[in-house]
Each structure stands twice: as C-alpha cells, then as structure tokens.
Nanobody
Framework: QVQLVESGGDLVQAGGSLRLSCAVS????????MGWYRQAPGKQRELVAALTITTGGSTNYADSVKGRFTMSRDTANNTLYLQMNSLNGEDTAVYYC??????????????WGRGTQVTVSS
C-alpha cells in the first residue's frame, strides 16, 4: 500500500503564502506521476499542478495558479511540496496530494491523501 499524508494547510489572509507538504511512503517500486489537486465547496476536484515523471516532462499548472504556485519534490525523502503565494479567496479549498505509483502488489494506480484545508480570508 501507499500512504500519502498532507500537511501545511491553514487559515491565511489574502495575499499571504503557505507551503503544503505531502509525505509519501509505502512499498513503492516506482512513481509515475505526482500532483496536487483541490476541491472547493460545491465544486469538483480540479488539478492544481501535476508532473509526469516517466516522460521527464515539466510540471503542468492550472491557469488560475500559474505564476503563484510552485510544485517541487524531495526525491530523497519522498516528499512533495506546493508553495502557494499571493493567495486569494478562490484558492480556498481542500488540497489533495496524488501519486500514481507501481508497488510490489499492484501495477500503476492512483493514490490520494486525505487532504489539507486551506482557507484564505479577505
């Protein structure tokens, strides 16, 4: 199994910054893709940032966060980060970490964390 634990969500004023972390653990053979998604109340879950590792491509960002959010990863510690700057009310959501991984038991499949709440006050 794969465990993803997000942290770093908080209440922040508009214009402020937060850094989310996602610790990844488990019997992983390889990680194919990693990313962050978010879901605001009454809305569908949407992509924030994602990277397909197997193709060696660049990180894709939602248009709404380009220039403000940066995703990075610490491969040594299997941790994924999302640096969020210039936050506004539309960024209020539960943020989920996603990993597509191959484990010793399963072919590539998606795994999700439980989410961390980000609330931006005006």
């Amino acid at each position: 199994q794969v465990q993803l634990v997000e942290s770093g969500g908080d209440l922040v004023q508009a214009g402020g910054s937060l850094r989310l972390s996602c610790a990844v653990s488990g019997m992983i053979r390889s990680i194919n893709a990693m990313g962050w998604y978010r879901q605001a109340p009454g809305k569908q879950r949407e992509l924030v940032a994602a990277l397909t590792i197997t193709t060696g491509g660049s990180t894709n960002y939602a248009d709404s966060v380009k220039g403000r959010f940066t995703m990075s990863r610490d491969t040594a510690n299997n941790t994924l980060y999302l640096q969020m700057n210039s936050l506004n009310g539309e960024d209020t959501a539960v943020y989920y970490c996603n990993v597509r991984a191959t484990t010793v038991f399963h072919m590539a499949r998606d795994y999700w964390g439980r989410g961390t709440q980000v609330t931006v006050s005006s």
